[in-house]
């Protein structure tokens, strides 16, 4: 059983501030799925989750090379399974990248790999209510403790 938190968003400044809580209160080793379709929030959400890890670079969405590393508090791993034909050539990353106890992993468009990721990932679904609104749900698996 998860426990869900709904979050309405009513503008892109909104969802990145919801992210960078997420950030600040995410331990290392934390995956986090992100659901939703394109242009639904996924990559500003996560341009919030740098913030919260203290990263100063721009983020970018990875659709082309499929994953970008951020280096804040904790690194960012961001990967982007879009355009990816074969999971098979990820699954062992994600799996190595699910252990590594030095850096937060967020993944969007994960519907490909469902079978390798841990079962108390955080999930976040996005979707578009309005021009600029978006509702997100936000599971939490029950054995997460944030840090306060």
């Known amino acids: 059983m998860n426990r869900q938190i709904e979050v ?5 400044d909104e ?9 600040e209160l995410v331990n290392a080793g934390q995956v986090i799925e992100l659901v939703g379709d394109v242009g639904s929030g996924k990559t500003t959400f996560t341009k919030g989750v740098a913030k919260g890890l203290e990263i100063t670079e721009e983020i970018t969405s990875p659709t082309f090379n499929i994953k970008n590393e951020y ?3 904790l690194r960012l791993n961001h990967l982007d399974l879009y355009r ?7 699954e062992n990353e994600i799996n190595e990248l699910q252990d590594e106890k030095d850096s937060v992993t967020v993944i969007e468009w994960a519907g490909s790999v469902q079978d390798v990721l841990s079962s108390d990932r955080i999930i976040i679904e ?15 698996p029950d054995n997460l403790e944030l840090k306060k």
């Open 126 to 140: 996005f979707k578009t209510t309005g021009e600029n609104t978006r509702k997100l749900k936000i599971s939490l």
């Open 8 to 12: 309405t968003c009513v503008s892109a």
């Open 15 to 23: 969802t990145k501030k919801v992210g960078q809580k997420i950030g």
């Open 71 to 73: 280096v804040g508090r």
């Open 84 to 90: 990816l034909d074969q999971p098979g050539l990820v």
